[in-house]
């Protein structure tokens, strides 16, 4: 009999009729576990448990393009277009790129590979956060296998140290700086430095999602993101109350539509887009100015 222990519980695997089973005992107690493993032997010999033919494991390369990359279309394009052609699209072609990855079989990948699939993206010039990136998506693919019974394990794939991260914080002066730009581009700073909003979550903001009523000052619903963690209640200062009370008020106190507006061709109203906001005839090194704050994560130093 053949058990081992992986985490706080013990595993069993032995062959029968040329077939490898292995599954968890569940149990921590090894003398439980032999138990276990000999009650199903004993059933599989009485015929009580069917073995089907086994299904050959695919390769990474077929894993990717028959049922992940679907998957992947069909859950993102609609819902998140940016996580699929942003991130998932661009790091499944990296991976599929390389030939001694894709080309193993699901169950033969071990985290040796995944380290090699790294180094070969370093060799490159990739930066860590770049590599990590990639890794992670290889990591989800991977571990998808297994939550679909098509790889019996996925290896731990461990990140690169050094990553390079966009978060930062505002100083007052650059705040200062920004909130001078334009009327537009003031209240839209202010916004985002104050509650700490992603830009585009703030370019879809809508007035049924302000309410004047909740907490001290009012609360604002971020009803779009990234995840489901991003979808949230987020408190106004005071400024930010003041800045949209005005904007609603310009607008004739309207029950629903975009708080940042901008008009079609066809006369109709949609959200503006984050670049549009930097007031006209600044300098282009300004305009990217302002467009790399708006880039970056915030971190206030004090709302006011």
Not at 7 to 33: C, D, E, M
């Amino acid at each position: 009999m053949s058990i081992f222990k992986r985490g706080n519980v013990y595993w069993y695997h032995f062959l029968f009729n040329g077939a490898h089973i292995q599954a968890s005992t569940k149990q921590g107690n090894p003398r439980t576990a032999r138990q276990i493993e000999a009650a199903h032997r004993t059933a599989l010999a009485k015929g009580e448990v069917g073995i089907t033919k086994r299904t050959p494991v695919p390769t990474l390369a077929e894993f990717i393009e028959n049922r992940f990359t679907p998957w992947a279309l069909a859950t993102f394009e609609q819902a998140s277009p940016k996580t699929w052609t942003g991130w998932y699209r661009t790091q499944l072609g990296n991976i599929s790129a390389y030939p001694a990855l894709v080309n193993r079989k699901l169950d033969t990948i071990t985290s040796e590979h995944a380290a090699d699939y790294a180094a070969h993206l370093q060799a490159k010039g990739w930066q860590p956060s770049s590599v990590n990136s990639s890794l992670r998506v290889l990591r989800r693919v991977l571990r998808l296998a297994v939550e679909w019974g098509i790889a019996p394990t996925a290896p731990k794939i461990k990140l690169l140290r050094g990553e390079h991260h966009r978060e930062r914080v505002v100083t007052p002066d650059e705040e200062s700086r920004y909130l001078a730009a334009g009327d537009q581009m003031a209240d839209i700073a202010t916004v985002l430095i104050d509650t700490g909003m992603r830009p585009e979550e703030n370019s879809r903001l809508r007035w049924e999602s302000v309410s004047w009523t909740n907490g001290h000052c009012g609360t604002l619903q971020v009803t779009h993101g990234k995840t489901a963690a991003a979808r949230r209640m987020l408190p106004m200062s005071p400024r930010v109350r003041r800045l949209l009370e005005r904007r609603w008020e310009a607008a004739k106190n309207p029950a629903d539509g975009w708080v940042w507006a901008a008009a079609t061709a066809s006369g109709q109203r949609r959200a503006i887009h984050h670049e549009e906001t930097a007031p006209a005839g600044t300098t282009a090194q300004w305009r990217a100015s302002l467009r790399a704050l708006l880039a970056s994560s915030y971190v206030s130093h004090s709302p006011g």
